[in-house]
């Protein structure tokens, strides 16, 4: 069974930066796709990035060139760089994680992944 947990989130002014890191049970770094989504009250969770076991890279249009995704195989941590945060980055973040290769486009959906963390929250103020 994996587990992830989250942190890093907190409050932050718009044009601010956070760093959330995803921390895993197990070494399933070197082989699993791993992603980034968030989710707001009454909305869907949605995909923000994904990166696959050769650390290519996907993004969600809304934060391509403010967000990076990144993981340390050594350290079985996946981190996501936020910066020019905006006031509609406000959100529940979660990280998640499945065996299979990332064959789905983009960020891929929730019914991508089976391994998802508890979360963290990230407010942005204006």
């Known amino acids: 069974q994996v587990q992830l947990v989250e942190s890093g989130g907190g409050s932050v002014q718009a044009g601010g930066s956070l760093r959330l890191s995803c921390a895993a049970s197990s070494t399933i770094y070197t082989r699993y796709c791993m992603g980034w989504f968030r989710q707001v009250p009454g909305k869907e969770r949605e995909g923000v990035a994904a990166i696959d076991s050769d650390g290519n890279t996907n993004y969600a249009g809304s934060v391509k060139g403010r967000f990076t995704i990144s993981k340390d195989n050594a350290k079985n941590t996946l981190t996501l760089q936020m910066n020019n945060l905006k006031p509609e980055d406000t959100a529940m973040f979660y990280c998640?994680?499945?065996?299979?290769?990332?064959?789905?486009?983009?960020?891929?959906?929730?019914?991508?992944?089976?391994?998802w963390g508890q979360g963290t929250q990230v407010t942005v103020s204006s």
């Open positions: 998640a994680a499945d065996p299979a290769p990332c064959l789905h486009a983009g960020v891929g959906t929730i019914d991508d992944y089976n391994y």
